[in-house]
């Protein structure tokens, strides 16, 4: 039974800088205006999460910081910033007790008026912490640079030089989202199956071509082996798998992921490729019949679902170590098997 799991976009840590006060500011929806503005500046490159045991206590959840990353990068990784942030948010404050998310956007050279030319003056602007390395950290450093926050309710831009550089949601005073929030069909694993016995090999020249098909790595979710569930050593290999991947292809980069993740401790872990509609039927002839097929779970909203009726079956293809989640003649999902690979060196 595998019971460590942690899934977050890109390179994530969680922030260990305390959470300032709340800011006396509206609680209220976002406006279309910053929205626009979460698009503008991209998907995260790096996470973190705060938890307060007063909040948590309120909400009656245990506070889980782990957790919350692991379900907010699911959420976001589905629905984007602009459309997903509000509800993530609400969601990781009410199921796991965290105060406050940080972010590092993709775009950091946006400058600070042209930040305030499109949402207008901020509810609240004020000196708080610095920027180290993508870091909040309280104090000032050799490398830090000061903080300049401008607070558009829960919403707040970190300015560095002159430009944003970070992004940070206060949880405290998130507003409930308006109707019920979104399920998230397969946050938790489903129960594992039986793993096939497949031949231990590397990589073929055709398998890599298909990696390239499928671009790069969007999500990655990491299991530990049974009895393996420390936290720190799961982010600490997923944390590897996501630098690896954002270097390099997946046709050049997950074997070298995967071999690391086994000497962590890592059973298996799951892509979400950037292409998702590439049909496994039309590449059936050169790679073979697959060394194994067998069906696991069920595709609802992205994601994998114990329930049968929660979507279509996932059937996977397995060639070695490499398998492939197909849905309704897609492939969907990438699964890496670790204790499939040949020989990992120390």
Excluded at 138 to 145: G, R
Aim: proline fraction near 8%; charge should be positive; include cysteine.
């Amino acid at each position: 039974m595998l019971v460590s799991v942690l899934s977050l976009i890109f390179a994530a840590q969680p922030t260990s800088a305390p959470a300032a006060t709340a800011p006396a500011v509206p609680a209220r929806a976002l406006r279309e205006a910053e929205r626009q503005m979460l698009q503008t500046l991209g998907l995260p490159t790096k996470i973190g999460a705060s938890t307060d045991s007063t909040l948590a206590a309120a909400d009656n959840v245990t506070p889980d910081g782990a957790a919350g990353l692991d379900l907010f990068a699911a959420l976001i990784s589905r629905k984007g910033l602009a459309e997903g942030l509000h509800w993530a948010c609400w969601q990781v404050r009410k199921k796991h007790g965290v105060s406050a998310i940080t972010l590092v956007p993709t775009r950091t050279d946006l400058p600070e008026a042209a930040l305030v030319k499109a949402l207008g003056a901020a509810d609240l602007v004020r000196q708080s912490g610095f920027l180290e390395e993508g870091r909040i950290v309280p104090h000032a450093t050799e490398k830090s640079k000061p903080l300049t926050w401008h607070w558009y309710s829960w919403l707040g831009f970190g300015i560095a030089d002159g430009r944003v550089a970070v992004i940070r949601t206060d949880h405290r005073i998130v507003p409930a989202p308006a109707g019920e929030p979104p399920t998230l069909p397969g946050h938790d694993r489903p129960a594992a199956a039986t793993q096939p016995a497949t031949p231990k090999r590397p990589l073929r020249a055709v398998e890599r071509s298909l990696l390239t098909a499928l671009g790069h790595a969007v999500t990655v979710q990491a299991y530990a082996r049974a009895g393996q569930n420390d936290p720190a050593m799961l982010r600490a290999a997923l944390a590897d798998i996501l630098q690896t991947l954002k270097m390099r292809t997946l046709s050049m980069g997950l074997e070298d992921a995967a071999q690391n993740a086994s000497r962590r401790g890592v059973q298996s872990f799951l892509i979400w490729p950037h292409k998702d509609q590439v049909e496994l039927a039309a590449r059936a002839k050169v790679l073979g019949e697959p060394d194994a097929v067998y069906q696991e779970g069920y595709w609802a909203d992205e994601a994998l679902s114990n329930d049968p009726k929660a979507g279509p079956a996932v059937t996977w293809h397995c060639y070695s170590w490499l398998q492939l989640g197909v849905v309704e003649g897609k492939i969907k999902i990438i699964r890496a098997n670790c204790d499939a690979l040949p020989a990992v060196t120390p």
